[in-house]
């Protein structure tokens, strides 16, 4: 009765053992599966990313088995007629994703041309002030021919008087040398812009805006520190400091054609009423030169209510006697720019034109890192045009337009200006 008992027991068990195994084998095998079904779709993703992620085992280990499991799962899998809707939304999808490809590729197409621009032409205007300073070095050292006072001089030996047009900013470090008759009022109220030098009497604060600065106020020549005021602040030291700043600012002028400065000139100075002027040299043009008799009208007001006024000719007669000089140094006025600015002894950083002052001035603010601190005034500035010097010279005879035009030569080729045939061979 045990020994049968014994035997039920371990039949029992044999069974229970063999339903075991064979639950196993078809579990593995993916006959039947004891675990929550899954979403096909994802074990797809699973199985094309990972193909040990299906099994969950070491691939080689069960090669077979994923065999096994990959040709069931393609019985189980749904039919192809339910993947329709999900093509053609990948369709649209896909369409959509490429209209919005194109539209980027589109921008930044736009975006690299507007860049090309912006680099082609500031290397358009880098090429420019290239040519401009080369130029200048090669007329300083004689390459030209152009032979000029102070052409071979250093720097130590230009007199302080001289260097009065040399105006320094030390907070941005910057040096700029002015010219009279070529936008110097609005290059005079950037500088009192930077420096915050003058306090607006209307704000009690530093002038932000140049064209807020009033005109008359920035030709006051006490409000600029310049070279020629170095020797009262600094002493013995003074040309030891030029010369620092001179090596580490930024230097820069602007010019202007020579002989249309000239007019500028006449016309801005005797052209109408100015008591200084006609007081200081317009008197003395009509004494020399006027063929008057008795005497002159004492103020500027009463010599233009009777006619009485130099002429262009007058003025040209005057710049070409060597009295004048003998008298005193040219007015800064008609003074030539290489006396005034010593482009042989100092090497500017920015030759600005007053034929292209707006390109120009927008490209130097930005050199020197200010253009968001400020912008160059846009106000009216003298229109005296390059046209007009055929009609102003024409009653100049043709041996003092050629001796003029060799006074002013060495402007003319410092700075690039074409000898003005239509002036000079008539």
Request: net charge negative; glycine share 4%.
């Amino acid at each position: 009765m045990g020994t049968w008992r014994g035997l039920r027991v371990a039949f029992i068990l044999g069974s229970l053992f063999m339903i075991l195994l064979i639950i196993v084998y078809w579990d593995d095998v993916g006959g039947f599966n004891l675990y929550p079904l899954h979403d096909p779709k994802h074990e797809s993703l699973h199985s094309d990313s990972d193909p040990q992620a299906t099994t969950g085992q070491p691939r080689s280990l069960f090669t077979s088995r994923e065999n096994t499991s990959s040709a069931f799962n393609s019985h189980t899998t749904a039919p192809s007629t339910t993947l329709v809707p999900e093509e053609k939304g990948g369709e649209a999808e896909q369409q959509t994703n490429d209209e919005e490809k194109n539209t980027q590729e589109r921008v930044e197409e736009e975006i690299r041309e507007d860049e090309e621009k912006e680099t082609s032409s500031a290397t358009e205007e880098e090429r420019e002030q290239e040519a401009r300073k080369q130029r200048i070095m090669d007329v300083c050292s004689g390459k030209d021919a152009v032979e000029f006072p102070g052409r071979t001089r250093a720097f130590e030996q230009i007199p302080n008087r001289e260097l009065d047009h040399l105006i320094v900013d030390d907070t941005h470090q910057i040096i700029y040398c002015y010219v009279p008759k070529v936008a110097c009022t609005n290059w005079k109220r950037v500088m009192v812009v930077l420096s915050q030098s003058v306090i607006s009497p209307s704000s009690g604060k530093p002038y932000t805006d140049p064209e807020a600065v009033p005109p008359d106020l920035v030709h006051n020549s006490s409000l600029h520190l310049t070279f020629a005021k170095f020797w009262r602040h600094y002493g013995s030291l003074s040309r030891h400091l030029m010369a620092l700043k001179l090596q580490h600012y930024t230097k820069f002028l602007f010019v202007r054609d020579p002989f249309v400065r000239l007019i500028s000139a006449f016309r801005n100075k005797f052209g109408r009423p100015n008591e200084d002027f006609y007081r200081q040299f317009g008197s003395v043009m009509l004494r020399r030169y006027g063929n008057l008799s008795g005497s002159l009208p004492e103020t500027a007001a009463e010599a233009f209510a009777a006619g009485i006024k130099p002429t262009f000719q007058q003025f040209i007669t005057y710049l070409l006697d060597p009295e004048t000089e003998k008298e005193g140094i040219f007015n800064e006025h008609w003074r030539q720019v290489y006396r005034l600015c010593h482009p042989c002894q100092v090497k500017y950083d920015f030759i600005g034109r007053l034929e292209t002052l707006e390109p120009d001035a927008e490209h130097l603010l930005k050199l020197l890192e200010v253009d968001h601190l400020l912008h160059f005034p846009s106000g009216a500035r003298n229109r005296t045009a390059t046209s007009w010097e055929r009609d102003w010279f024409k009653q100049i005879p043709t041996l003092v337009k050629r001796e003029l035009y060799k006074l002013y030569e060495p402007d003319f080729e410092l700075f690039g200006y074409p000898k003005p045939d239509s002036v000079i061979h008539r």
